[in-house]
């Protein structure tokens, strides 16, 4: 175990990593004697119990890494005094409870990971004040309630997951705001309402929900509708006609949309996607073989 001895290590030690070490019991309270640390790394231990509230002391931290060790219990404000904190991984933990409000007063805060825990409660509307985020990952939880408009308020973001919760009703406008968000994870919630048609062009996955309505057609889904194919219709021996969507090669972008195409048709889960029944793909030919649609769409 983690002995009672560490908080005795001169305080001019500023960072301490003892990942993957076997470790086993709980966190001592004496690290806080630790005051200089700016790096802390317990992850892939064997740990019990909860996170010490003196960690608070520890007011110089920058990284926080306790991921897959096996801790319980609520993420505590202790976590809150660390106002220069700027990577927060608590992943694969057991962490339970409601995602503290104060989190959202650290507004060091670049990187947040609490993905794979048993948090059960809303976001804060706070979190809309961390301006530096970069990375928020709250997947694999069970968060309910509104996704808060606060959350566009987060325009440093380039990844945020908050897949595999139970968050409902509609996705806020103000999340196409985001225009550096790259990955945009939605899926297997129970949102409801239209898809944003106001989100740039990104990875954006909205897939096991309750959406409606009409596909958008700029953003991640202009390429359903691109000008870099032609559109056929065709029969196959059974006798049901198809679409069959071949992609101009001599376009330099065709290859890109094909593949990105690919991608969004495998991820989205909708009532009015046309359904793909086959490719065809090689260095030459690059095609998609559609559900055909008599009224024309």
């Known amino acids: 175990m983690l002995p009672v001895s560490v908080g005795n290590i001169s305080t001019s030690l ?16 004496k690290v806080a004697n630790l005051r200089n640390l700016i790096g802390f790394e317990l992850s892939e231990n064997n740990l019990v119990g909860w996170i010490p509230t003196s960690i608070g002391n520890l007011r110089n931290l920058q990284g926080l890494y306790l991921s897959n060790t096996k801790l319980i219990g609520s993420i505590g404000d202790a976590i809150c005094k660390l106002q220069r904190l700027d990577v927060l991984d608590l992943t694969q933990n057991q962490f339970s409870g409601f995602l503290t409000n104060c989190l959202g007063n650290v507004t060091s805060l670049g990187e947040i990971y609490l993905g794979s825990n048993i948090l059960s409660s809303n976001i804060p509307a706070s979190i809309g004040n961390l301006k530096d985020l970069v990375v928020l990952d709250l997947s694999s939880n069970n968060m309910v309630g509104s996704l808060s408009p606060d959350i566009g308020n ?5 990844l945020i997951d908050m897949s595999m919760n139970q968050f409902s009703n509609e996705i806020p406008r103000e999340i196409g705001g985001l225009q550096n968000l790259v990955n945009l994870s939605l899926r297997h919630n129970k949102l409801q309402g239209a898809i944003l048609d106001t989100v740039s062009d990104m990875y954006f996955n909205v897939s096991v929900n309750k959406l409606y309505g009409e596909i958008p057609t700029g953003g991640p889904f202009k390429n359903l509708s691109s000008h870099f194919c032609s559109v056929y219709k065709g029969i196959l021996n059974n006798g049901i006609f198809v679409a069959v969507k071949v992609f101009n090669l001599q376009q330099d972008e065709a290859f890109k949309n094909f593949d990105t195409e690919c991608e969004v048709l ?10 793909v029944i086959t490719s065809c793909s090689n260095l030459d030919f690059k095609a998609l073989v559609l559900e055909y649609m008599p009224n024309g769409n």
Do not use: D, P, Q, W
């Not at 070490?21 to 966190?27: A, F, H, M, Q, Y």
């Not at 987060?154 to 380039?158: I, N, P, R, S, V």
């Not at 495998?266 to 046309?274: I, P």
């Open 266 to 275: 495998r991820s989205l889960r909708h009532r009015n996607r046309v359904k």
């Open 14 to 29: 500023i960072k301490f990593y003892a990942e993957s070490c076997k470790i086993k019991g709980r966190t001592s309270n």
């Open 154 to 158: 987060l325009k440093a973001a380039t």
